[in-house]
């Protein structure tokens, strides 16, 4: 038996005490026959919009166009549809213009992106699987339901999501989604670039981020990231970073794999925060560029830059030529040695009492820093005097 959280099992019970058939489905079930534990969960039901909202005491009504309604519960929200089956899809379009309430869950099934997607398990832990899923999901394969090209013309988006599952999975693609996949590639300029970006960082995320070399060589990510081939070795090494610095070596990647993109320019495709597109836009500059892989070279990129770029530059870096710059920032940071003015030991207030005045003043606090960049230990209040010229 699978272990369902009571919140969710109470809403199945529930649905059936009001004499309708409920079945969990898609991410949740699929998680649950491969032993991992689901982030959340969804059910399908007989049950209308109208009832559902007529059963449950706390509802939102979050897509009754499509059949969904949002059922709150002391557990969480949880996505209760009523089966249905979808009519035609305008082009570009990643909903249906149209869906028809359905009889029965095998029909709601046969609307699902791919197999290991499309399997039901009810209260009573028996399951419903009519396209194999389960044996997929057992064989670690990804197969569209029915005609791929169908399934990706319906919707563009479930290619990227399919390198997705593919990395987050581990799973391999069955060889004709494949085909139909590259195929279909050009339906993806379509997408928003926001629903791009959200598959873009869940891949890099992974533990598989060499999954976005074949998003990019066939074409998934145009016109974002024209079509080229990325080093995948290059992009292996992405699992050395955290995910959230990712991002910064990923735009080095692209930007050294075609001269006409900038990683900034990137990162604006993608529509990524704009502190995200000035910290790793910059840092996969400066990674590009190149700096002295020194505890010298990442303070100086600290004082140039800020810290939150030359993480991201030293990150882009390690990637990049494998050099073990990060660490030295962490190191050069944890020692509490200067990298910027206000780190000094002495002030702007202690250049204007003897004397400095205007532009002056900045100059010699940039001096004074470059200095103990190089020599740390010379940040005294005494030693940066002298090296001005002054004696107390």
Do not use: W
Not at 317 to 341: F, N
Request: glycine share 8%; aromatic share 6%; proline share 5%.
């Amino acid at each position: 038996m699978f272990a369902i959280p009571p919140h969710v099992s109470d809403t199945l019970k529930t649905l059936e005490i009001a004499g309708h058939s409920a079945h969990l489905v898609g991410g949740c079930v699929r998680d649950l026959l491969r032993g991992a534990e689901p982030h959340d969960y969804d059910i399908a039901t007989s049950a209308t919009p109208d009832a559902i909202a007529a059963i449950f005491p706390h509802t939102a009504p979050t897509g009754t166009r499509y059949g969904t309604v949002t059922v709150l519960t002391d557990g969480g929200g949880i996505e209760v549809t009523t089966f249905r089956v979808d009519g035609e899809y305008a082009f570009g379009s990643r909903r249906p213009e149209n869906v028809a309430f359905a009889s029965s869950i095998a029909d709601d099934l046969s609307r699902r992106d791919f197999t290991v997607n499309a399997v039901a398990l009810n209260l009573r832990g028996e399951i419903t699987d009519p396209f194999g899923g389960r044996a997929d999901i057992e064989a670690r394969i990804l197969r569209a339901v029915g005609d791929p090209r169908a399934r990706f013309r319906e919707d563009a988006l479930r290619m990227l999501r399919l390198l997705r599952f593919s990395a987050t999975l581990g799973f391999d693609i069955e060889p004709n989604t494949r085909a139909a996949a590259v195929e279909c590639a050009s339906l993806c300029r379509t997408l928003s670039r926001e629903r791009v970006r959200d598959e873009v960082l869940k891949i890099l995320s992974s533990s598989a981020p060499a999954t976005i070399a074949e998003c990019v060589g066939i074409g998934l990510l145009e016109p974002t990231v024209a079509t080229v081939e990325l080093p995948r070795e290059t992009l292996r090494r992405l699992t050395i970073l955290p995910p959230r610095l990712r991002i910064a070596a990923f735009a080095a990647i692209c930007a050294q794999s075609n001269d006409e993109l900038s990683p900034s320019g990137l990162l604006r495709e993608l529509r990524l925060p704009n502190s995200v597109i000035r910290e790793s836009g910059r840092g996969a500059f400066a990674a590009i560029e190149g700096f002295e892989p020194t505890s010298f070279g990442v303070k100086s990129l600290c004082a140039v830059q800020g810290y939150g770029a030359a993480e991201c530059a030293c990150a882009a870096s390690d990637v990049l030529y494998e050099t073990a710059t990060l660490q030295l920032l962490r190191e050069a940071i944890a020692s509490a040695e200067p990298y910027m003015i206000p780190m000094l030991a002495v002030t702007g207030d202690d250049l204007v009492v003897r004397g400095m005045v205007g532009v002056d003043i900045g100059k010699a606090l940039r001096r004074l820093l470059y200095h103990v960049l190089r020599h740390p230990e010379d940040n005294t209040r005494e030693t940066l005097l002298r090296l001005l010229g002054f004696v107390d």
